[in-house]
Structures are given as structure tokens and as C-alpha cells.
């Protein structure tokens, strides 16, 4: 079975600092690993994605995630957090199986001081 | 740029009343996804939908809860009855089933129900 822990509900950062959200998985199989992040009342959007290609995957908004299968960890990171930044992220694992059945963490809110 | 349409955005309803949630996935996504998000927590997976047929539906709350796909098109999801707990947002989601998109999902922006 597969799961997603992320480490923190509340993340707050100043404007300009280093962004790291945490997320660990747990796959029985070489798992497709995701960020997602939500605004307000609003449907989630995919940041980017880790399907095995490269271990620094690249996504939108200057976020990226680095895959480390040793500590089954995919960490979201951003070098300098903007005010826009502030939102709900969300780590996902899919296996692969059962038709691509996706399973979402927690989430953490991340927070950004002017 | 295609979007996940669904509706009602928001729904007041009373305990005890009937709910029903409306999804048009973006066109030619073959699998279908509802999922429950109570506030401050991580979506749920309801029930999957590849074409027009259920893929999982192991965390639907049968004895209450119904969802179809009748033409492997658009979604309905159904409440009857609604009770207090049920608040939370419905999102719907989307994705190709196959091939390199086959696993990213392109939500909607969600149908928030109260319950009161």
C-alpha cells in the first residue's frame, strides 16, 4: 500500500528566504510522486512531477523536489519565497496500479512574511 | 486552456436532504476522479472512473453515497441523506489514462457543501 506523510502542517518563511516543504512516501513499487499546490477555495494545481527520468525534477513558479529513494523523500524546495507563494501544498504518490489510484498527503500551509 | 468544469460551486443543505455534485472533465480524459477534501485536510479519494466504469470506490460511504458515469463522459455524485459530517469540498479531477499524463490529475475548482 502506498502513503504520503508530510512533515509540518505550518510552514512560515520571510519574503526572500529559503521555502522547504518535507514529504516521505511509502510505494511497495518505484512510485510517480507529485506536488500540488491549492489557493483558497480553489481546485488543486500540479507544481511538477517525478516519474523517474530525473532525481531534480523542475517545476513551476521556481519550485523543485528533489527524489531520494535512500531516505524515501521527495522535499519541495524554492530558493527565495515571493508573497505570492502563500497556499496549500499537497504531496502525492501513485504507484501506478489500480488504474493510477493516487493518494494525497496532509498538506502544509505555507506562510510568507513581508 | 481545457478545465475541469463542476457544479454547484457552493451547496447549503440541510441533514437529512439529497445532494448531487456535477463534473465535465476536460475532453478525452478517460479516467475520472472524486475526491472528498474536509478543511484542513488532504483530498480523499472517493471513487474512480475509468471510461464508464468504477475503478475504486473502496472509501465511498455506500449507504449514503452514489456516483455514475453513465456515458464515460461527465460525473454525478450523489448524497442521500446529507448528514453533518458530510461538510467538506468535492473536487473533481481529471487525467488521460494512459501514456505520459496517464497519473497527473487537472482538477476542478471544487463544489463546497454545509451541512447544517
Known amino acids: 500500500a502506498q502513503s504520503v506523510t508530510q512533515l509540518g502542517s505550518h510552514v512560515s518563511v520571510s519574503e526572500g528566504a529559503l521555502v522547504l516543504l518535507r514529504c516521505n512516501y511509502s510505494?511497495?513499487?518505484?512510485?510517480?510522486l507529485f506536488w500540488y499546490v491549492q489557493y483558497p477555495n480553489q481546485g488543486l494545481q500540479l507544481l511538477l512531477k517525478y516519474t523517474s527520468a530525473a532525481t531534480l525534477v523542475k517545476g513551476i513558479n521556481g519550485f523543485e523536489a528533489e527524489f531520494k529513494k535512500s531516505e524515501t523523500s521527495f522535499h519541495l524546495t524554492k530558493p527565495s519565497a515571493h508573497m505570492s507563494d502563500a497556499a496549500e501544498y499537497f504531496c502525492?504518490?501513485?504507484?501506478?496500479?489500480?488504474?493510477?489510484?493516487?493518494?494525497f498527503g496532509a498538506g502544509t500551509r505555507l506562510f510568507v512574511k513581508a | 486552456e481545457a478545465e475541469v468544469a463542476q457544479s454547484p460551486r457552493y451547496k447549503i443543505t440541510e441533514k437529512s436532504q439529497a445532494v448531487a455534485f456535477w463534473c465535465d472533465p476536460i475532453?478525452?480524459?478517460?479516467?475520472l476522479y472524486w475526491y472528498r477534501q474536509i478543511l484542513g485536510q488532504g483530498p480523499e479519494l472517493l471513487v474512480q472512473f475509468q471510461d464508464e466504469s468504477v475503478v475504486d470506490d473502496s472509501q465511498l460511504p455506500k449507504d449514503r453515497f452514489s456516483a455514475e458515469r453513465l456515458k464515460g463522459v461527465d460525473s454525478t455524485l450523489k448524497i442521500q441523506p446529507a448528514e453533518l459530517g458530510d461538510s467538506a469540498m468535492y473536487l473533481c479531477?481529471?487525467?488521460?489514462?494512459?501514456?505520459?499524463?496517464?497519473?497527473?490529475?487537472?482538477f476542478g475548482a471544487g463544489s463546497r457543501l454545509t451541512v447544517l
Open positions: 502525492a504518490v501513485s504507484d501506478g496500479t489500480g488504474g493510477f489510484k493516487t493518494i
Open positions: 475532453s478525452g480524459h478517460a479516467t
Open positions: 479531477a481529471s487525467s488521460l489514462g494512459e501514456g505520459t499524463g496517464a497519473n497527473v490529475l487537472t
Open positions: 510505494s511497495s513499487v518505484p512510485p510517480y
